[in-house]
């Protein structure tokens, strides 16, 4: 077990070249005073998270079109955001936007898997206050840093890339996803759809993270190989999840009480980032329980709220779309009839 969860040397080089294309920014947006604006940066390097198991073209291809998924929903978020989007049109948006990436995504063969980080991007930048910053503004941060992230990527290829990878990495455009990839996208766009009901129902203010916690569950499933999906393997993310993110929450409250300056908010949530993308790929739970708190400090320094109150809603929101990813992946199971008909993809 303990050969397993271990990072190795390849995942600390991942990691600091993640961690490396977030500093940049985070250190000028100190200097001329606005931290706040942090969380647009934050989306734009997730980027770099992308293509961790290949070098060369195939990275860059696979990075530039994360990053171009993320920077269109940072772009969508802040719209919504800008034009004061009722809840109810968040959840439709957002759901057609997971029904897109999750194409998209196993299209590419994007790891990470699945829409989360693209409709996270989408969900927390719409319930951003309007008045932070103006949207072009906004979106130009994130495709920044996203951009900076991808030439970080390219550092330590040992020959220069032959072609553009940035139409390259635009090709999947024109393919047909498989059956298995469409279902899957269906249960994607179900379980956020439904998280998402389930949160404006209840007067849940950020709704965005039922949903995109309803997501998390149904990585478990390989839309182009559904037969290799187990309710273990889904049951297993989920628990995953929720121990990780109740577990940040609780570090996050913490940090919060001693009510640390803006610079310090922001610069340890910088640095969460890190022991972030080092886990990832080794123990999910490990790795959320550093990013949970790393989203919630940066909601600290857009729009502050009470830690208890954080907790408690954050917890509630978990806990409502975990068990909606879970439900839909049992009831459009993805069984060994349909990987026949989709082995070859």
Not at 119 to 142: E, K, N, R, S, Y
Not at 295 to 324: C, F, K, N, Q, S
Request: aromatic residues 6%; charged residues 15%; positive net charge.
């Amino acid at each position: 077990m303990k050969a397993t969860v271990r990072p190795d040397r390849d995942d600390h080089h991942h990691a600091l070249r993640v961690l490396a294309g977030l500093l940049v920014p985070m250190s000028v947006l100190l200097l001329i005073g606005r931290p706040e604006l942090l969380v647009y940066a934050v989306f734009g390097s997730f980027a770099g998270m992308y293509g961790r198991r290949v070098s060369g073209r195939p990275r860059i291809v696979r990075q530039v079109q994360a990053a171009g998924l993320l920077t269109v929903g940072v772009a969508i978020g802040v719209t919504l955001a800008h034009v004061g989007a009722p809840v109810w049109v968040l959840v439709i948006v957002e759901t057609v936007y997971a029904l897109v990436c999750s194409l998209a995504a196993d299209v590419a063969r994007l790891r990470p898997s699945g829409p989360f980080f693209f409709i996270f991007a989408l969900g927390a930048t719409a319930t951003v206050p309007p008045d932070l910053v103006a949207p072009p503004l906004a979106v130009a941060l994130c495709g920044a840093t996203a951009v900076l992230a991808v030439g970080i990527g390219m550092i330590g290829v040992p020959r220069p890339l032959d072609g553009k990878p940035w139409l390259t990495g635009m090709r999947w455009l024109l393919r047909t996803p498989p059956s298995g990839v469409r279902v899957h996208a269906v249960r994607y766009a179900l379980a956020v759809g439904v998280a998402g009901t389930i949160g404006t129902v209840l007067g849940f203010d950020h709704a965005n993270w039922a949903m995109a916690a309803a997501a998390v569950p149904l990585a478990a499933i390989d839309g182009t190989r559904p037969g290799d999906a187990t309710t273990r393997a889904v049951l297993v993310r989920a628990g995953h999840r929720t121990l990780g993110t109740f577990a940040g929450l609780l570090i996050a409250a913490v940090l919060l009480a001693f009510e640390p300056g803006a610079a310090v908010v922001a610069a340890v949530a910088v640095l969460l980032l890190w022991p972030t993308e080092l886990f990832m790929s080794r123990h999910y739970a490990v790795a959320i329980g550093f990013f949970t708190p790393l989203i919630m400090l940066m909601t600290e320094l857009t729009a502050p709220a009470p830690p208890l109150e954080m907790l408690t809603l954050r917890g509630v929101d978990t806990l409502i779309g975990v068990a909606v990813g879970v439900a839909v992946a049992v009831m459009i199971p993805a069984g060994t009839r349909r990987r026949k008909a989709t082995g070859r993809d």
